[in-house]
């Protein structure tokens, strides 16, 4: 089993910025890519990025130039840099692990506002 703990969320003006973090704890071999997802009131959740071990990203256009992931190994962390934040960007953002058996771990959600 892989846990996942997210934070970083919170309020912001729009053009603003937020570092959301994800702790990964468990079976953290087996772990083949990492992500962060979104999912806005009344929408389907949606992928953000997502970086796999190799350190090979994904973006979704909406967030490409202005969203960042990351990873530190040595920690368990994967950090997504969000930056021109916009009030569409408010959903309650999600932390995925993918191990290399193509089981998926998710964590409980961070909620992000983009409001001025």
């Known amino acids: 089993q892989v846990q996942l703990v997210e934070s970083g969320g919170g309020l912001v003006q729009p053009g603003g910025s937020l570092r959301l973090s994800c702790v990964a704890s468990?079976?953290?071999?087996?772990?083949?890519?990492m992500g962060w997802y979104r999912q806005a009131p009344g929408k389907q959740r949606e992928l953000v990025a997502a970086?796999?071990?190799?350190?090979?990203?994904n973006y979704a256009d909406y967030v490409k130039g202005r969203f960042t992931i990351s990873r530190d190994n040595a920690k368990n962390t994967v950090y997504l840099q969000m930056s021109s934040l916009q009030p569409e960007d408010t959903a309650v953002y999600y932390c995925?692990?993918?191990?290399?058996?193509?089981?998926?771990?998710w964590g409980q959600g961070t909620q992000v506002t983009v409001s001025s």
């Open positions: 995925n692990a993918v191990r290399i058996d193509g089981f998926g771990s």
């Open positions: 970086i796999t071990r190799g350190g090979s990203t």
């Open positions: 468990g079976r953290i071999s087996s772990i083949y890519s």
